[in-house]
């Protein structure tokens, strides 16, 4: 069974900072990675996927992923946020070509940009 | 028009009524989710189905049924509602989840449980 752990459930940050928002998570095979975003009052959509090749993935709005399979890793960062990136974070894992195949998600990291 | 259409968007009702949430899809995907958020928790899933005959539990499927009614429409019921029934609940569909394909989201349903 896969599990995902959010290491921080808020991050607040400033205007034009880099931010990190960390996920590690633990499987007994080899699994596909997703980060996604939740705006205010917004169903979630998708900001990047890792599912095999280069490790560094880049998505939408200035995102980028890094998978590290030796530390269970896919971390999200981008190196300078805006107002507008103020959103709930979820990572989430899906097992790599299982029958389901379904996303089990962290908890979220609410990342709060300050002006 | 939203590719992924929920119903009620928001619903308060009483303890012990039962509930029903709509989800409606246009983008013609086979695999349909009910997932609940409370905060905190993330995202947990209640149901899933691959297709019109095919429904499976999730994680916390206790207290809770669905109907897939077309390829389009599948429903979430709450028999006899309770309190800590109360989240945000959120459709989904994916066309092939298995080989890491994308979940589209509806914008949520709000119910409060009194």
């Known amino acids: 069974a896969q599990s995902v752990t959010q290491l921080d459930s808020q991050v607040p940050v400033f205007e034009e900072a880099p931010v990190e928002l960390r996920c590690n998570y633990s499987s007994s095979v080899s699994v596909y990675l997703f980060w996604y975003v939740q705006y205010p009052n917004q169903g979630l959509q998708l900001l990047l996927k890792?599912?095999?090749?280069?490790?560094l993935v880049k998505g939408i709005n200035g995102f980028e992923a890094e998978f590290n399979k030796s530390q269970t890793s896919f971390h999200l960062r981008k190196p300078s946020v805006h107002i507008s990136d103020t959103a709930e974070y979820f990572c989430?894992?899906?097992?790599?070509?299982?029958?389901?195949?379904?996303?089990?998600f962290g908890k979220g990291t609410k990342l709060s940009v300050k002006p | 028009d939203a590719d992924v259409t929920q119903t009620p968007r928001n619903r308060i009702t009483k303890t012990g009524k039962r509930i029903m949430l709509e989800c409606s899809q246009t983008?013609?995907?086979?695999?349909m989710y009910w997932y609940r958020q409370d905060p905190g928790l993330g995202l947990r899933l209640i149901y899933y189905?691959?297709?019109?005959?095919?429904?499976n539990k999730g994680e916390i499927s206790d207290g809770y049924s669905v109907s897939r009614q077309a390829q389009a429409k599948f429903s979430l019921s709450l028999e006899s509602a309770i309190p800590n029934q109360t989240a945000l609940y959120f459709c989904?569909?994916?066309?092939?989840?298995?080989?890491?394909?994308?979940?589209?989201f509806g914008e949520g349903s709000r119910l409060t449980v009194l």
């Open positions: 890792y599912l095999s090749g280069s490790t």
């Open positions: 989904a569909t994916s066309d092939l989840l298995g080989a890491g394909g994308e979940l589209f």
């Open positions: 983008k013609g995907h086979d695999r």
């Open positions: 989430a894992v899906s097992d790599y070509g299982g029958s389901q195949g379904n996303l089990i």
């Open positions: 189905s691959f297709d019109v005959k095919d429904i």
